[in-house]
């Protein structure tokens, strides 16, 4: 009898922390997943809006990335879903021309080391990763090429003592929750001030990687308000470094600060204010 308690209460504590604890927090849990519900059910309704592909294409510009993944006919492969182009061009594009460190997770076939080479520029140094010792071959004086599972944190920690900076990281390896937390997690502190991290292949409604920024995003909307102060926030060290998320189809972009903030204040302009509200 007392073993069946003590199960129970086992029980119920593991349901109590899946939910979060002391009990506030998982009150919030519970609010927070419906809101999600509420915004998943939101987005199953909504309505096309349709333009003409003619109206399209002339709102959409010069893009040299997608040029070269169209006009690659032979040759080393490339795979990429289409639209990550434009969102190539709009986070990459300072980085042309200029002595940039770029990392590349998953090679397949190499054409994508190829087509960032030819982006970028003869000042890019770049590299490579992937689990399989076959994509060796596709290094050269530009290209660095590391064999490693990505889900290995001693693999990441020699990889940072051989490749001190880092401006650019595009996750295109194994796609798991796990290889893509462990990446994350070990990467994107060794970015360099105003880097870009691109995480590719986020697929699914329930992605747990999804999720897993979901917790990140949380860390960025911290308002942690000053004693004595009025409207103005103490930076958290997470919101220090980091500018913002941006989520994509199937992808995210993180964008580090170039320089670190330590507060968020939000001052009051003008002379003339309505009555109805005293801060």
Request: glycine share 8%; with cysteine.
């Amino acid at each position: 009898m007392k073993n069946k308690e003590t199960n129970r209460i086992a029980t119920l504590l593991n349901v109590l922390r899946f939910f979060g604890w002391p009990p506030r927090r998982g009150l919030m849990a519970l609010r927070q997943a419906w809101h999600a519900h509420r915004g998943f059910r939101f987005t199953e309704g909504w309505q096309n809006q349709t333009q003409s592909k003619a109206l399209i294409e002339s709102q959409v510009g010069e893009n040299p990335l997608l040029t070269f993944f169209n006009g690659r006919k032979e040759g080393r492969g490339i795979w990429k879903w289409t639209h990550y182009f434009e969102v190539y061009e709009h986070y990459l594009s300072p980085f042309r021309a200029r002595p940039v460190h770029f990392l590349e997770i998953g090679i397949y076939s190499g054409g994508s080391l190829e087509m960032w080479a030819d982006y970028l520029g003869d000042k890019a140094k770049i590299y490579g990763v992937d689990i399989e010792v076959a994509c060796k071959e596709y290094e050269s004086e530009q290209v660095g090429i590391f064999i490693g599972d990505q889900a290995d944190r001693g693999f990441w920690q020699d990889f940072k003592t051989e490749v001190p900076k880092l401006d650019v990281v595009i996750d295109d390896g194994g796609h798991s929750t796990q290889q893509q937390i462990v990446t994350l997690e070990e990467l994107l502190p060794h970015l360099s001030p105003g880097g870009i991290y691109i995480i590719e292949d986020i697929h699914g409604e329930d992605n747990l990687f999804a999720s897993y920024l979901y917790g990140l995003q949380q860390q960025l909307n911290a308002a942690d308000f000053i004693p004595g102060e009025a409207f103005k926030t103490q930076a958290r060290p997470f919101q220090t470094m980091i500018q913002a998320i941006h989520l994509y189809p199937y992808m995210a972009v993180i964008q580090k600060r170039k320089t670190p903030t330590s507060e968020f204040p939000s001052p009051r302009h003008g002379t003339q204010w309505q009555p109805f509200y005293t801060p």
